[in-house]
């Protein structure tokens, strides 16, 4: 192994020391939303009270949508792995009962595929009635759901609730899950 001479150790080392210290702010300087206001990740971050155009929800407010409107659709956006045409699961997803999964919904930028398998499964679940709820949720903390609610605002649909709380504040309020699979692709 060969030796660097003392002056260059020196420089390597401050160097380095600088791209360390640099890492914080290059972080810092990219954009956490795209030019169309979505949130870019990492999605495991603190979410805002409201969503402009969104009713946000807590769990007793969700349970009494559900007992108002139980043609509700609770719809889970938590992201799956997705390879050679078909999602990669070994065991079904945790999810607030009767709830549908659209994994993969509330990325940015969101893939063509993705948006199409989001707008078509909500003209399927509403039989094209804007105005039927539609809740979104994932986990708490997680910005996949903030997404998926804009994205069906910014479709037309005016019954719009966020669950920011997620399935991790559903199971923390003693209520049960069940398991789910996603929703098909190509309805």
């Known amino acids: 192994m060969q030796r660097l001479p003392p ?6 080392a401050a160097l380095i020391g600088v791209l360390l210290a640099a890492l914080p702010a290059l972080a810092a300087a990219a954009p956490a939303f795209d030019a169309d206001g979505y949130r870019r990740p990492p999605y495991r971050a603190p979410t ?6 969104a009713t946000v929800l807590d769990t007793e407010a969700l349970v009494a949508l559900r007992r ?11 992201n799956a792995t997705w390879a050679a045409g078909g999602f990669l699961l070994e065991r079904p997803h945790p999810s ?14 969101l893939a063509p595929r993705w948006r199409a398998y989001l707008l078509d499964h909500l003209r399927a679940f509403t039989e094209h009635d804007r105005q039927r709820p ?24 005016a019954a719009v609730y966020w669950y920011p709380l997620g399935v991790d504040g559903w199971r923390a309020a003693g209520r049960p899950v069940s398991g789910t699979r996603p929703a098909p692709p190509g309805r």
């Open 7 to 12: 002056g260059l150790v020196t420089v390597r």
């Open 48 to 53: 805002p009270a409201t969503l402009d155009g």
């Open 68 to 78: 108002r409107r139980p043609d509700t659709v609770l719809i889970d956006v938590y």
């Open 96 to 109: 607030l009962p009767g709830a549908v999964w659209l994994p993969n919904t509330g990325t940015t930028p």
């Open 134 to 157: 539609l809740v979104f949720f994932c986990r708490s903390d997680c910005w996949l759901s903030w997404n998926a609610a804009r994205r069906a605002l910014a479709a037309g649909h």
